[in-house]
């Protein structure tokens, strides 16, 4: 099969045309701009494009499939091509249907925990040798790629994003898989740009429940009060499995869950990933491994890439990366570390990044999200506001949103850096938490792994 990716240096793009490169399809593409790692992988299939930019000469009539990625806009030349030829156009997710239709689909939605899920999910799978296919929002330890697609497995793995489809497709991803077992972690209004109110972006869920197949199967956080009561209001002919956080302690600095076997240590810690665990016991039991060969597969399982990932640690301290960016996300994070690392003084740094968390009206959300942490840190680069177009945020504006007397703000990134550096690593007993999906405009985590591993 031909197809052809408009946008093909995306995260998730990229992983798709590899999957379809190794599943034997004739994959080409084009982008405006392919950043690292798409790039480097990409080059190592053939598939990187000779040069960068969109060419409507390249859009002819023996493409079988167009796939569109969110990075191109509605009026983009190859796009405008291919609907004069009349060529099928599919978004990310609705191709990734079309590869599924004849599989068990299992889609893991929520506004937290979702990628955390189906990461946990596939290791479970691999190590057990069950081979399924997927497409999961991060790099996993032990897999090549992000997307994953056969002819022959019975089980697809998807991670169910309610952002959108793609340019010309409005719909949240989440809508186009039409799952057989769902699962839904956590409500907590985001992508406000999108959604404008909280009624409206809850009401995406609602759909998706909808959506599952006849005789389907709805696994949802009986924990989160939003999530249970679109779940018990459902009545849609579904079967509907609860979980909860299981019990658990930390001793020592090591989380121990607890089993009908005894206390079992395991690699990843907090409460909110305690219930992320819970909600893939009951997928894995749905998809065929009992119990007792979940926990033996879970208590390897360090955590999916930059979900709490460890940066670096020694005798007195110890530094993590998270992609948190909401305010449920942060205040789950914050309180997580502490918890693990409750004599420790905990320094959590949030930049504010997003379209929802550099928007005036939203920051409010954030009341009290840091309240775990000993000492507050905000970043948020004056720039980035400007290149998304948004009303101008003051640093009273995030100070009053936080509630925190005490919080440290910063706009400037070479100001951050040297705040990092001149924090006491030597024997101070720090638990550095850095939070966000950037990089503290142009910050180098080696560079931390050098400060507390010199």
Known sequence: MRTHFIAIGGSAMHNLALALHNKGYKVTGSDDAIFEPS???????GLLPSELGWFPEKITVDIEAIILGMHAKGDNPELLKAKELGLKIYSYPEFLYEQSKNKTRVV???????TTITSMILHVMHYHNVNVDYMVGAQLEGFDTMVHLTEENDFIVLEGDEYLSSPI?????????QP?????????????????TYENYVEQFEIFIKLITNGGILVYNEDDAEVKKIAEAATNPIRKLQYKTPEYSVKDGVTL????????????FGAHNLNNLAGAKWICQNMGIDEAAFYEAIASFKGASKRLEKIAENKFNVAYKDFAHSPSKVAATTKAVKEQYPDRKLIACLELHTYSSLNPEFLKEYQGALDAADVA????SPDAVKIKQLKEVSAE???KAFNREDLIIYTNPAAFKEYLFHLKYDTEGIALLLMSSGNYGGLNFDDIKQLINP
């Open 108 to 114: 893991i939605g929520g506004s937290h925990g979702k």
């Open 39 to 45: 790039r480097t992988r990409l080059e190592k299939k």
């Open 180 to 196: 057989n077992i769902a699962l839904i972690s956590g409500i907590a209004w985001d992508h406000i740009n999108v959604f404008p």
């Open 377 to 380: 840190v905000v970043f948020y």
């Open 397 to 399: 504006q995030i100070g």
């Open 169 to 177: 497709d409005r719909r949240p991803k989440f809508h186009l898989y």
């Open 257 to 268: 869950l607890k089993t009908p076997e005894g206390d079992m240590p395991i690699e990843v």
